[in-house]
């Protein structure tokens, strides 16, 4: 048992980092009111980031990270072991973040501000609207938001808890940002870890999620990765 958790240490340490960071960040840049403008440029960053690590862009994510131990030349034996791996946590966070938002059904933070704008009259009636309506109480709120948020209420309308997208990117930086360390990619663990900060901004950016929201999915992550066999992987390149 000792030997299983010691194998997922240098993992746990990337995840460790990328939730420093992440708290860092969010303490740093606070999340502006949500009918606050955002310029194009923040917009566009916020819109390409959250892409990366949601449908159906997360598989080219997913394809590229499955990439590296091909480029580090690894033996295909550890290559097939390391993909059976991630495709096991992979299903392991998606049936997670599903039953997680079932049960906890926290209304998402554009709801709060969709009831402020006397669109709805609480967060929680949102809820009880079917698609159309949705779609119809969120076009109406064009008229004081900014067009970049609009456009992930529109397409996002379950519940909050916990970020899938965080979920994804925590994922991500516990396999590949673990085995980037293990191999001594250090620079390319720092990027996956900036990217990964990137992505839980942008949901808290775009009215998607509260700070415990991603937080939370961080600790989600840790928990499943508990549940992934372990095969040792050379430090080689």
């Known amino acids: 048992m000792m030997s299983f958790i010691s194998q997922k240490l240098i993992n746990y340490l990337a995840l460790a980092l990328f939730a420093l960071a992440l708290f860092i960040a969010i303490s740093i840049f606070p999340v502006p009111l949500l009918s606050d403008p ?3 440029a923040a917009g566009l960053s916020f819109t ?10 997360f598989l080219i994510t997913t394809a590229l990270l499955c990439l590296l131990p091909v480029f580090f ?3 295909k034996k550890q290559i097939i072991k390391l993909w059976i791996q ?8 998606f049936g997670a973040k599903t039953f997680l938002k079932h049960e906890t059904a926290i209304p998402r933070p554009y709801t709060y501000e969709l009831q402020r704008l006397n669109l709805i009259p609480s967060p929680q009636d949102f809820y009880q609207l079917d698609k159309v309506e949705k779609d119809n109480v969120v076009k109406k709120a064009s008229a004081y938001i900014s067009t970049w948020r609009i456009r992930h209420w529109e397409g996002e309308t379950n519940y909050s808890f916990p970020s899938g997208h965080t979920i994804f990117a925590a994922i991500c930086i ?3 940002g673990g ?3 293990r191999t ?7 990027g996956l870890i900036t990217w990964a900060v990137g992505v839980g901004i942008s949901r808290l950016w775009l009215g998607m999620h509260f700070p415990s929201d991603v937080m939370g999915s961080i600790l989600s992550a840790a928990v499943l990765y508990l549940f992934i066999p372990e095969w ?3 430090s080689e390149n």
């Open 48 to 57: 390409l980031l959250t892409d990366t690590a949601g449908k159906p862009f």
């Open 174 to 176: 516990l396999f590949w």
């Open 184 to 190: 001594r990619h250090y620079i390319l663990a720092g």
């Open 179 to 181: 085995f980037l360390l």
């Open 73 to 75: 030349r690894l033996p």
């Open 86 to 93: 991630f495709a096991i946590l992979l299903v392991l966070s």
């Open 232 to 234: 040792k992987v050379d």
């Open 38 to 40: 955002i310029s194009d």
